[in-house]
Every structure is written in C-alpha cells, then in structure tokens.
C-alpha cells in the first residue's frame, strides 16, 4: 500500500472533525474522497500532511508510520498537498512559483511540466497575482509535481474553474496517473472524480458513510448522491 490511513481521530480545539476515518490507496491508484461541506475532506487531507495532526489512529506511507512526523518531513518522503487555498506566492513569477520546490530527482523538470501544462509557458514571467484562478491553479499543481511525489493530495482542483479549466485539470490528472502517481482527490465535480477514480470514499460528518469501486458508483448513480445532494 501506498497509503493506509487508521481509524484517525482530529479535532480542532475540544471539537472532533474526524471520527475514526480509515481508507487505502494502492500504488497508481487515484481515491476520490467526496462528501458534503463539512464533511471532513479538507481535514482528512491535512491529517495525512501533519497539518492537523491526528490525536488517535495510524498513517502508514508504504508501510512507514508517519503520523508523528513534522509536514516538511512528510513532504520529503514523497506526499504533497494542494490545499483548497492554493496559496500561490503573488509577488513571485510564474516560474519561481513552480521551481521554488523543485527536488533534485523530480521527473518534474519545468521543460516537462510546460508540456503538461502549455497554458502556463506564456504566463512563466508574470507575477504569481496576475493569473486568473484556473492558471493559479495549473501553477500550483505544477509546483507540487515540481517537488516529485509520489503521493499527491489535491483538494477540489475544479473548485472556480471555467467548464475549459475544468477540463483541462482532469486532463493533466489522467496525465498523471498514467505516469504512475497515487492520488487522493477531494472533488465537487461528480462528473470528474468518476472519470479519474479507481475507488470512492464518502465522508459524512467526518466518519466514512461508504466506500466502493468506482464502478458501483458510475451504475449506481444514487449511491453517490445520497451523501452528496442536499437534503
Ligand atoms: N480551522 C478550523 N477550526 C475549527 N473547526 C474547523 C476548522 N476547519 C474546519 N473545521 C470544522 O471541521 C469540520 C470539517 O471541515 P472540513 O473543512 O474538513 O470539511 P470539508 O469536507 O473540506 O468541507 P468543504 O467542502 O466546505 O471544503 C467542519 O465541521 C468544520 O466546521
Ligand atoms: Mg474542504
């Protein structure tokens, strides 16, 4: 396994935001973490990340526990979060946005992240503020693949975006898979976490409401909603 996340509990403050979540991804395998506002997707992510550290349970990356680790030793070992706040660096170029955590040993060389993203060659000399939401969002998924995971979060990419930036994001994730990275993907987007997935995890008040292969899912188009629509 790529990722083993174990009966984890969260909480901020004395309130608890996850309840015993637990789930698996397998290498090259891409997991959709869906559920309602609130559910506890952003928590999950970050969880794994050591942001929100976790006050029970086990994270284990290909096997190492890694829950008591610092989130900069976490992203040394090959995992990296895109938050939902996309925090690029306004001041900074397009370019050093991306190169700012190049790794040595990154596949992800910025020769190779321009022809996944070629939206983003015109743009290298702007500064980071200039671009509008999609082009930020290409920039810092290019800045996370710039530092070499194996492991990416991402944290509704889609959020914002254009229905052309839309599909321009899914595309570079099916980009990514087939280079063979693992990846959990926190989406809104129904349409695109069908399409990427390879296994589904519902969250609901931040415990695992049900979990199965995408496949289920794409038949069973009310097993997804029931935790999705708005009641
Ligand atoms: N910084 C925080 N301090 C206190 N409570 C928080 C904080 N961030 C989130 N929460 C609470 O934790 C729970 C889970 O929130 P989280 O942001 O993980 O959900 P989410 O599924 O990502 O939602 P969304 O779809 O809106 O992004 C919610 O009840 C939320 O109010
Ligand atoms: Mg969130």
Known sequence: MMLSVESI??????????HGVSFEVGENQVLALLGR???????????????????RGRIRYKGRDIAAMAPNAIAALGITLVPETRDPF???????????????????SLERLMDLFPLLRPLLAKKGGELSGGQQQMMVI???LAMGPQLILLDEPSQGLAPIMVKAV????????????SIVL??????????????????????????????????????????????
């Not at 506002?37 to 006050?55: D, H």
């Not at 001041?91 to 990154?106: A, D, F, K, P, W």
């Not at 296994?199 to 292969?213: N, Q, R, Y």
């Open 170 to 181: 899914s595309q570079v994730l099916g980009e990514l898979k087939k280079d063979g990275l």
């Open 37 to 55: 506002n609130g559910a506890g997707k952003s928590t999950t992510l970050r969880s794994i990340m050591a942001v929100n550290p976790i006050s």
């Open 9 to 18: 509990d969260t909480f901020y403050g004395r309130s608890q935001a996850i």
């Open 186 to 231: 926190v989406e809104q987007n129904l349409q695109m976490a069908l399409k990427l997935a390879d296994h589904i995890v519902m969250l609901e008040d931040g415990s695992v409401a049900d979990e199965f292969p995408v496949e289920v899912g794409r038949a069973d188009p009310k097993r997804l909603e029931k935790y999705l629509a708005v009641h």
């Open 90 to 108: 306004y001041l900074l170029t397009v370019r050093e946005n991306i190169m700012l955590g190049h790794r040595q040993g990154s596949p992800y």
């Open 142 to 144: 290019a800045r996370a």
